[in-house]
């Protein structure tokens, strides 16, 4: 597997872990070290408790003497595991302090990059994997703290255990190294094939916990009955099974074979171990006692210089990790979110699109091409057209969500590239074709606030957008949960429901700019009409873009625009775009014939 190389050192990466740990959580450095001294401390004593009870025996000292010295090493056992246990349980809550900052902060790096950004496949793979690396106490970001611990264990304990054996001979030390680097390194090769391996685990896991969700899926739960789509899921989730294990089986295989290998290493050097020492005890007299703290020092130190390679490249590993988040939170911005010009304190909002061309990243052609546009303070503006036509990406370079490839988005003739992208935001209210519910309140969900908002305001809101009969009949009113991902009682709302509550939570904003996105799409044409006769009320004082693909409606703007390729085909009022009698008066003709009496479907 080709060697994954960090943007990031491995000192950068945990001056950002103590960064971290300073600000949020200082006590875990403190912490650390104690229980490094800690752990230190209790393989001492276990490594001398046995010879030095076994001395007393050989040199026949009083009962007394024997017993205090049994007593002293339980007693320090005892105090120092406790000691131990204690000081680790608070190390773990200062390391879930800092982890949890972390994700805190990937969160808000996920909720207020820029827009193309979140559709970036590239930044999508960093997200992910920073996403990992947060994702539980053995992740990176938590794991890091118990990495360095045992690491500084393993360092001291090996220092001391050298000067414990320096009288040996070399030769068996030698001996003792070389098989422990060896063994080491074996399942290093193996750990090594099983990170090549590790992108197709995942995506084995990816796929069973998907079918997993779907089958389990509220949403889906309808499709799974009326197409039969258990037997089918079921065939899926057997087939990936049957994949995965027999991935599983090769690891297993190739497992076994390594414990063969280290179980043959062990035994040769225990056994050269033991034949030097009884050498040493039957030649030159070593007491029993010694000959215990020798051979299980010798133990201890194969166990200390394994620890030590394997934290130093469980350290290596993590950096990789920490150095993913860090790329991620540190991911460049095509946007100005910091300084930038102030918005402009004005009576009314003009938005104007000079000579715009837009191409979406990978595309073979462009989606909007050379379009100039004026949409002035006040307005009401419908944009109409096909399918692919360019509507929705116009309106998503009037809200800001992408620059053009060429020309400019002006707000009262500024480039809003100019702004503080988060203040432009600031202006907009908006429905979108694509939303989502958070499972919150119904009263939250419009006001968009946890707590400390309008009540009235929330009521007034849902009742413009038609909602107030449905919310009064639930239990509880706006104080019902939506969605039943977290709650099991909460509500939920038909497609049309949801597309009123969208439009109560873009009215509770009140943004000077008003943004419209097929906000009808799923409702019947009598709840259409409700909301086209409170349109004007609607839109009282601010400049609006109106998107729908029902011609119907648009008799309620001021202006129509109709695109077509990208580009502006035809421009002006309903009744002018009839008199014309191009695309758009084409276009209604074809759907108003459906809505007359007597029509045959």
């Given at each position: 597997?080709?060697?994954?190389?960090?943007?990031?050192?491995?000192?950068?990466?945990?001056?950002?872990?103590?960064?971290?740990?300073?600000?949020?959580?200082?006590?875990?450095?403190?912490?650390?070290?104690?229980?490094?001294?800690?752990?230190?401390?209790?393989?001492?004593?276990?490594?001398?408790?046995?010879?030095?009870?076994?001395?007393?025996?050989?040199?026949?000292?009083?009962?007394?003497?024997?017993?205090?010295?049994?007593?002293?090493?339980?007693?320090?056992?005892?105090?120092?595991?406790?000691?131990?246990?204690?000081?680790?349980?608070?190390?773990?809550?200062?390391?879930?302090?800092?982890?949890?900052?972390?994700?805190?902060?990937?969160?808000?790096?996920?909720?207020?990059?820029?827009?193309?950004?979140?559709?970036?496949?590239?930044?999508?793979?960093?997200?992910?994997?920073?996403?990992?690396?947060?994702?539980?106490?053995?992740?990176?970001?938590?794991?890091?703290?118990?990495?360095?611990?045992?690491?500084?264990?393993?360092?001291?304990?090996?220092?001391?255990?050298?000067?414990?054996?320096?009288?040996?001979?070399?030769?068996?030390?030698?001996?003792?190294?070389?098989?422990?680097?060896?063994?080491?390194?074996?399942?290093?090769?193996?750990?090594?094939?099983?990170?090549?391996?590790?992108?197709?685990?995942?995506?084995?896991?990816?796929?069973?916990?998907?079918?997993?969700?779907?089958?389990?899926?509220?949403?889906?739960?309808?499709?799974?009955?009326?197409?039969?789509?258990?037997?089918?899921?079921?065939?899926?989730?057997?087939?990936?099974?049957?994949?995965?294990?027999?991935?599983?089986?090769?690891?297993?295989?190739?497992?076994?074979?390594?414990?063969?290998?280290?179980?043959?290493?062990?035994?040769?050097?225990?056994?050269?171990?033991?034949?030097?020492?009884?050498?040493?005890?039957?030649?030159?007299?070593?007491?029993?006692?010694?000959?215990?703290?020798?051979?299980?020092?010798?133990?201890?130190?194969?166990?200390?210089?394994?620890?030590?390679?394997?934290?130093?490249?469980?350290?290596?590993?993590?950096?990789?990790?920490?150095?993913?988040?860090?790329?991620?939170?540190?991911?460049?911005?095509?946007?100005?979110?910091?300084?930038?010009?102030?918005?402009?304190?004005a009576q009314g909002w003009e938005l104007r699109l000079e000579r715009v061309t837009f191409r979406y990243p990978g595309a073979e052609k462009d989606t909007?091409?050379?379009?100039?546009?004026?949409?002035?303070?006040?307005?009401?503006?419908?944009?109409?057209?096909?399918?692919?036509?360019?509507?929705?990406?116009?309106?998503?370079?009037?809200?800001?969500?992408?620059?053009?490839?060429?020309?400019?988005?002006?707000?009262?003739?500024?480039?809003?590239?100019?702004?503080?992208?988060?203040?432009?935001?600031?202006?907009?209210?908006?429905?979108?074709?694509?939303?989502?519910?958070?499972?919150?309140?119904?009263?939250?969900?419009?006001?968009?606030?946890?707590?400390?908002?309008?009540?009235?305001?929330?009521?007034?809101?849902?009742?413009?957008?038609?909602?107030?009969?449905?919310?009064?009949?639930?239990?509880m009113g706006v104080d019902a949960h939506v969605g039943r991902q977290v709650y099991l009682d909460g509500v939920l709302f038909s497609g049309g429901q949801?597309?009123?509550?969208?439009?109560?939570?873009?009215?509770?904003?009140?943004?000077?700019?008003?943004?419209?996105?097929?906000?009808?799409?799923?409702?019947?044409?009598?709840?259409?009409?409700?909301?086209?006769?409170?349109?004007?009320?609607?839109?009282?004082?601010?400049?609006?873009?109106?998107?729908?693909?029902?011609?119907?409606?648009?008799?309620?703007?001021?202006?129509?625009?109709?695109?077509?390729?990208?580009?502006?085909?035809?421009?002006?009022?309903?009744?002018?775009?009839?008199?014309?009698?191009?695309?758009?008066?084409?276009?209604?003709?074809?759907?108003?014939?459906?809505?007359?009496?007597?029509?045959?479907?």
């Open positions: 597997m080709k060697k994954e190389k960090s943007a990031y050192s491995l000192s950068q990466n945990l001056r950002f872990m103590l960064r971290y740990a300073c600000r949020y959580a200082r006590r875990v450095l403190v912490l650390a070290a104690l229980l490094s001294a800690l752990q230190i401390a209790a393989n001492l004593v276990q490594l001398f408790i046995a010879p030095e009870i076994l001395r007393r025996v050989e040199t026949a000292a009083p009962l007394r003497e024997l017993l205090g010295t049994i007593g002293t090493f339980t007693a320090a056992l005892w105090a120092i595991s406790w000691l131990t246990r204690y000081v680790d349980a608070n190390t773990l809550c200062g390391g879930i302090e800092v982890r949890s900052a972390i994700v805190m902060d990937i969160n808000e790096k996920a909720c207020t990059t820029s827009y193309p950004n979140t559709l970036d496949p590239a930044v999508m793979k960093l997200k992910e994997k920073a996403d990992d690396a947060t994702g539980s106490n053995q992740e990176a970001t938590e794991a890091i703290w118990r990495t360095l611990t045992s690491l500084t264990t393993n360092v001291g304990c090996f220092v001391i255990y050298l000067i414990l054996l320096k009288d040996l001979d070399p030769f068996l030390m030698l001996v003792v190294l070389a098989t422990t680097v060896l063994g080491f390194f074996l399942h290093r090769q193996v750990q090594r094939w099983r990170d090549s391996r590790w992108e197709q685990k995942a995506k084995y896991h990816k796929r069973m916990n998907y079918i997993l969700n779907k089958a389990h899926s509220i949403e889906l739960a309808k499709d799974i009955r009326i197409f039969g789509l258990a037997d089918w899921i079921r065939q899926i989730q057997d087939s990936t099974l049957t994949l995965y294990s027999a991935f599983i089986e090769r690891e297993h295989l190739v497992d076994l074979a390594v414990s063969a290998a280290d179980v043959a290493l062990s035994l040769a050097r225990n056994g050269i171990a033991y034949f030097y020492l009884l050498r040493m005890a039957l030649g030159e007299g070593l007491p029993a006692s010694q000959f215990l703290l020798y051979f299980g020092a010798v133990s201890g130190f194969t166990a200390w210089v394994t620890g030590i390679l394997d934290k130093c490249f469980e350290l290596h590993r993590f950096s990789l990790d920490i150095g993913r988040v860090q790329q991620y939170l540190n991911l460049s911005e095509p946007f100005r979110f910091e300084g930038g010009r102030p918005i402009p304190n909007i091409r050379g379009l100039d546009l004026t949409i002035h303070p006040g307005e009401k503006l419908a944009i109409v057209g096909l399918n692919g036509a360019g509507k929705t990406t116009l309106v998503k370079l009037l809200c800001g969500f992408y620059d053009p490839t060429e020309g400019r988005v002006l707000l009262n003739g500024i480039d809003i590239r100019e702004f503080n992208r988060q203040e432009y935001y600031a202006l907009f209210s908006a429905v979108f074709q694509e939303y989502s519910l958070l499972a919150v309140t119904v009263a939250q969900s419009v006001a968009q606030q946890v707590d400390g908002f309008d009540r009235e305001r929330v009521a007034d809101c849902l009742d413009k957008a038609g909602l107030t009969k449905a919310v009064g009949e639930l239990s949801t597309q009123r509550l969208m439009l109560a939570r873009a009215l509770y904003k009140d943004g000077p700019l008003l943004i419209l996105d097929e906000p009808t799409a799923a409702l019947d044409p009598l709840a259409e009409n409700d909301i086209y006769m409170k349109y004007n009320e609607m839109t009282r004082g601010k400049t609006s873009v109106f998107i729908s693909h029902r011609l119907a409606s648009t008799r309620f703007c001021d202006r129509i625009v109709f695109l077509r390729d990208g580009m502006i085909a035809e421009e002006g009022t309903h009744e002018t775009l009839l008199r014309q009698g191009g695309g758009y008066a084409e276009l209604f003709e074809v759907q108003s014939r459906y809505y007359r009496e007597g029509r045959d479907f």
